[in-house]
């Protein structure tokens, strides 16, 4: 079991991760908005599922390979540019259309789990991102560090699942004021597209 104060200073290091603004929850708070607080906390689910398949990656050893095989960082790369592509492709198709309350673009919620699940496997930022980050808190003599760095990343997507779930229910409270507002939607729909534009840019630019 890590000591006290390093979960403390673990978790504290998490949250402030979690706040900063990012395609995760900047897709939280936009489908909040849009489509009430239920379908940002369904994102949520699916944005920390995905994580389970990080944290056992760096558990395990494999994130090493996307650190040090250029191909493989570069599939994942493409696959996950070509993803957030895709939701750009959405986000400004659904601009161009008066989104109704139950009427519209509004995804079910296995839909928007599905969709988180795959924005965070499909990001090598993510692995790279674990692997350099939960080593720092491991330590050898307190046990197997692959235990550890489990344990490590259990704390980390939890304080990922409340903060989001916080910020979907904070975006959630002006969902009727967009409801009726038909320029509001559209303005968001494009703003997410295009930020969903340059994140995939980004991505697909970045390098090991």
């Given at each position: 079991?890590?000591?006290?104060?390093?979960?403390?200073?673990?978790?504290?290091?998490?949250?402030?991760?979690?706040?900063?603004?990012?395609?995760?929850?900047?897709?939280?708070?936009?489908?909040?908005?849009?489509?009430?607080?239920?379908?940002?906390?369904?994102?949520?689910?699916?944005?920390?599922?995905?994580?389970?398949?990080?944290?056992?990656?760096?558990?395990?050893?494999?994130?090493?390979?996307?650190?040090?095989?250029?191909?493989?960082?570069?599939l994942l790369k493409?696959?996950?540019?070509?993803?957030?592509?895709?939701?750009?492709?959405?986000?400004?198709?659904?601009?161009?259309?008066?989104?109704?309350?139950?009427?519209?673009?509004?995804?079910?919620?296995?839909?928007?789990?599905?969709?988180?699940?795959?924005?965070?496997?499909?990001?090598?930022?993510?692995?790279?991102f674990f692997l350099?980050?939960?080593?720092?808190?491991?330590?050898?003599?307190?046990?197997?560090?692959?235990?550890?760095?489990?344990?490590?990343?259990?704390?980390?997507?939890?304080?990922?699942?409340?903060?989001?779930?916080?910020?979907?229910?904070?975006?959630?409270?002006?969902?009727?004021?967009?409801?009726?507002?038909?320029?509001?939607?559209?303005?968001?729909?494009?703003?997410?597209?295009?930020?969903?534009?340059?994140?995939?840019?980004?991505?697909?630019?970045?390098?090991?």
């Amino acid at each position: 079991m890590l000591p006290i104060e390093v979960l403390l200073l673990f978790t504290l290091a998490s949250a402030a991760l979690a706040v900063a603004p990012g395609p995760d929850n900047i897709f939280v708070l936009t489908q909040s908005a849009l489509h009430g607080p239920r379908a940002g906390v369904c994102v949520t689910l699916g944005l920390c599922t995905g994580l389970l398949a990080h944290i056992a990656a760096v558990a395990l050893g494999v994130a090493v390979i996307f650190k040090t095989s250029a191909l493989a960082f570069t599939l994942l790369k493409v696959v996950g540019a070509s993803y957030l592509l895709y939701l750009a492709w959405q986000a400004f198709r659904a601009g161009s259309t008066r989104i109704e309350a139950g009427n519209g673009p509004s995804l079910s919620g296995w839909a928007l789990y599905r969709r988180g699940i795959l924005m965070n496997i499909t990001n090598p930022k993510v692995a790279i991102f674990f692997l350099a980050f939960l080593p720092q808190f491991a330590d050898p003599s307190l046990g197997p560090v692959s235990l550890q760095i489990v344990q490590l990343g259990l704390v980390f997507m939890a304080c990922a699942l409340v903060i989001f779930s916080l910020i979907a229910w904070a975006a959630g409270q002006i969902g009727d004021w967009l409801k009726n507002s038909a320029r509001a939607q559209r303005v968001i729909n494009r703003l997410t597209g295009g930020i969903f534009v340059l994140l995939a840019c980004r991505l697909a630019l970045s390098r090991q």
